[in-house]
């Protein structure tokens, strides 16, 4: 899976099967798509601001769901996914400081303070686990 946040992005090799208004991406916040081999992006325009990166493992989102779930008592049917956002879930400062505990824990990963206050989502925080487990 792969994420590219604000930014432009123009497709314009795909197949003729995709019209226009579907090649060209503009002013979004985050667009996901898989990606399965080169093939699927046969050319990729990158303009000033744009930020690709690969998603973590769904293993690990749902992991963090679970523990977001958990520290903020929601419900088991609540609706949590990868771009949740804590603020948007009800977590305060010291809601997400209990998340961030639970993932060490879980993962047994340590979490720089610095790391801990930028992540707002359960996929910045699943991307984060996986960056730490590999090291």
Known sequence: MASITRASVSMPSLSTSVNQSQRRISGMNSV??????RSMIPSLRLQRGLQVCCAAK??????VV????KQLALPADAAVNGESKFAALGA???????IV??????FDITVEE?????ITTVQEA?????KLVEK
């Open 32 to 37: 996901s798509f898989p990606v399965s081999g």
């Open 58 to 63: 769904q293993e690990t989102v749902d992991k």
């Open 66 to 69: 679970a523990i977001v779930k």
């Open 92 to 98: 305060d400062s010291l809601d997400t400081v209990e």
């Open 101 to 106: 505990m639970g993932l060490e824990e879980e």
């Open 114 to 118: 610095e790391s801990a206050q930028s």
């Open 126 to 130: 699943a991307d984060m686990i996986e």
